[in-house]
């Protein structure tokens, strides 16, 4: 099967061969690894397993990063959940919860999956986890999904970067966030223009978005971005399963995202040297964690 290096051509060839994104993703790892179906499946199986101990470690009991900077979120959201006083309900609120959770683990060191960052690994399991829970689905349908995340995550890896170094929290929570509504869509019935359409609507509204790390470590403000790159994923989703459309196309809002990165300043782009970082609140956590003389 053809190699798709943009998004208009990876909806060609999905439509030329009448299969979705997932299924897209699926025939390029047998044709690139000559592995087979099942043990594709089984490895996504495994990656979707790590996924889901570390969305709900930390709504489960208290997770503190090894730094002392973040922790305990995740289980309050989870009691919040369980209090069944939300405003925005039940859904909206895991969906954080497993967001903050995944991060709360990784900031500890534990066991996460990088999709397609560390800093940003909690978006693709929580919004995919929540909407699985929500819709009824079984594991395997899951796993499927994975797959068509995965999809848009090789268009974006071919044309731009996932790096925040490179293209600030846009292209990390952005990327993150972009690849699960896609997931979710796909999930929900879509077809792969409506993925895409959902993956451009998401860098849209997440366009210019800096890299601002407290003490350089992807905990703050990083871990409450993933919460919300979750709830955009989840929301966009919905917008395009409603019928709304990109009025830009996802290639053109990878493009936009891609420059507008390269063009923010190096204080913007995870060197902890601009935004949140350099306030004094954010130097005073510096301080903390590394000493006077950091």
Do not use: W
């Not at 909806?11 to 993703?25: G, H, P, Q, T």
């Not at 979707?48 to 969305?55: F, G, I, Q, T, W």
């Not at 929900?188 to 350089?216: H, Q, R, W, Y």
């Not at 990878?254 to 949140?276: C, D, F, H, I, Q």
Request: with cysteine.
């Amino acid at each position: 099967m053809k190699l798709a290096k943009s998004g208009e051509e990876l909806i060609k060839v999905c439509a030329e061969n009448n299969i979705s994104l997932s299924e897209y993703a699926i025939a390029r790892e047998i044709a690139d690894k000559g592995l087979t179906r099942e043990q594709l499946f089984a490895h996504m199986q495994t990656t979707l397993n790590v996924m889901r101990e570390a969305a709900t470690a930390g709504r489960e009991k208290e997770v503190y990063s090894l730094s002392g900077l973040i922790g305990g979120d995740a289980y309050k959201l989870q009691q919040y959940l369980n209090s069944g006083k939300s405003l925005m309900g039940a859904g909206t609120i895991k969906a954080m919860a497993m967001a903050l959770s995944a991060s709360e683990v990784n900031g500890a060191m534990g066991k996460i999956v990088a999709c397609p960052t560390a800093g940003s690994c909690g978006i693709l399991p929580s919004a995919l986890l929540t909407a699985g829970e929500e819709l009824g689905k079984t594991d395997e349908e899951l796993v499927q999904a994975l797959f068509a995340a995965s999809a848009v995550g090789m268009i974006i890896g071919m044309n731009a970067t996932f790096a925040g170094a490179e293209g600030g929290c846009q292209a990390e929570c952005g990327s993150a966030a972009a690849m699960a509504a896609a997931a979710v869509v796909e999930l929900m019935g879509g077809t792969p223009e409506m993925s895409l359409n959902a993956a451009a609507i998401v860098f849209k509204n997440i366009l210019g978005l800096v890299c601002d790390p407290v003490a350089g470590l992807v905990e703050i403000p990083c871990a409450k971005r993933n919460a919300s790159g979750a709830v955009s994923a989840l929301a966009t989703a919905d917008l395009v399963m409603a019928g709304v459309a990109s009025k830009i196309p996802f290639d053109d809002a990878l493009s936009a995202m891609y420059n507008v990165g390269r063009n923010l300043p190096k204080e913007l782009r995870e060197t902890a040297l601009g935004g949140v970082a350099i306030t004094p609140t954010g130097l005073k956590y510096k301080e903390q964690v590394f000493g006077k003389d950091a």
